[in-house]
């Protein structure tokens, strides 16, 4: 339990448990470990801060970034200062809170463009080309807020991220989060696991497994990898290979794109529903709901790889559907919907879902060659 900064500053504690009165002596302990244990500038800190409400809810972004508040450690290692980058760059930053994190958020110039719920950030983030400010702020469950900054120059810019099957930080879940919202839904949690650098099957030797069973019928798992975040980008393709063990047994395939920022969320979601509609579906993000699209989704082949390209982009508060290529079919879509608003985590990443049929038939799924690329 941490101390107020007035006991802080009149009471210190032997390792006996024992109260002494501040002395000298007492004074240079207190400024060299801090209120039991803490950092001293923590336990030391001439203001007390307000600890937020409900913790369970995400926080709106503050815009330009609030300034520290008795700050403790917190480090960008990745770019260096005055570092000439590309883009996307990857940032990397480490937050080490006296206090369960409470919300870590990347700004770029001022703008918040990556959330995370977590101590760091590994993560590629777009930026323009010429010079920026990247912020890092991070807030503890106390209210104690910590900041760190560094100065970049945009050189070249990148096509995107590619191998995305490979990198680390996948996350997922089944039928719904563990604070009981909604997550891939269905009828029941599903077993499944992601198994990484799978050299057979594979295109380039470093596939990735996703499996798919379970006890309980029309049960689903959703991937998905947060690749980073940014706003100066706004025309995605998510460009991938796949291939399934046995194409009779899913119930459908799911493949999202999202971007969010400014409170609000641009999903393009898709999946090819082969047991129900016969179609390929997008998502309506405003109206939270599945469209059917003249496109048709048949069982694919068994023991096949097939390429599915998707073009889209962000048009002010709408998403737009361009084209799907699957196999050696490229279709035009041409949808447009609106974007779901009141969204406070700011994120780009790339999705991929396993659904389960009426028998929870139990099949595989590889990935390979993942790439997003935006601009």
């Given at each position: 339990m941490r101390c107020s900064p007035r006991v802080c500053k009149n009471l210190i504690y032997s390792a006996a448990g024992v109260i002494f009165p501040i002395g000298l002596i007492a004074l240079a302990l207190l400024a060299w470990r801090g209120c039991q244990g803490l950092p001293a500038?923590?336990?030391?800190?001439?203001?007390a801060p307000t600890a937020p409400a409900n913790t369970s809810v995400i926080p709106p972004a503050i815009e330009p970034p609030p300034q520290a508040l008795c700050g403790f450690p917190l480090t960008i290692s990745v770019p260096g200062e005055g570092a000439t980058v590309n883009s996307p760059a990857n940032v990397v930053a480490q937050a080490v809170p006296p206090d369960q994190i409470y919300w870590l958020r990347l700004y770029v110039d001022g703008l918040a463009v990556y959330y995370s719920f977590t101590n760091n950030i590994n993560q590629f983030i777009w930026m323009p080309p010429g010079p920026h400010?990247?912020?890092?702020?991070?807030e503890d469950v106390a209210g104690y807020i910590a900041t760190a900054t560094t100065h970049v120059n945009v050189g070249t810019l990148d096509p995107g991220v590619a191998g995305i099957?490979?990198?680390?930080?996948?996350?997922s879940c089944s039928a719904a989060l563990h604070n009981g919202f909604?997550?891939?839904a269905g009828l029941g949690t599903a077993t499944s696991q992601?198994?990484?650098e799978r050299s057979s099957p594979s295109l380039d030797g470093t596939a990735a497994q996703f499996t798919m069973g379970g006890p309980h019928p029309y049960s689903n798992e959703l991937y998905w990898y947060p690749v980073g975040g940014g706003n100066s980008v706004s025309h995605f393709t998510y460009d991938l290979w796949f291939y399934i063990d046995d194409g009779t047994a899913p119930q459908s395939l799911e493949f999202d794109v999202n971007q969010a920022f400014g409170?609000?969320?641009?999903?393009w979601g898709s999946q090819c529903d082969f047991n129900q509609s016969g179609k390929w579906n997008v998502w309506d993000p405003l109206n939270g709901k599945w469209v059917p699209i003249s496109i048709p989704c048949n069982h694919f082949p068994s023991q096949t790889w097939i390429h599915l390209v998707w073009t889209l982009e962000r048009i002010g508060n709408q998403v737009h559907y361009i084209t799907l290529s699957v196999g050696d079919q490229t279709?035009?879509?041409?949808?447009?919907y609106t974007a779901q608003p009141k969204w406070y985590q700011e994120e780009i990443d790339i999705a991929f879902q396993l659904d389960g049929n009426y028998k929870q038939q139990p099949y595989n799924v590889w990935l390979d060659e993942v790439t997003l690329n935006a601009y």
């Open positions: 500038n923590v336990a030391n800190c001439p203001v400010t990247i912020e890092v702020v991070a099957q490979n990198l680390a930080g996948w996350q909604t997550c891939a992601m198994i990484p409170g609000t969320r641009w999903t279709y035009s879509v041409d949808a447009y």
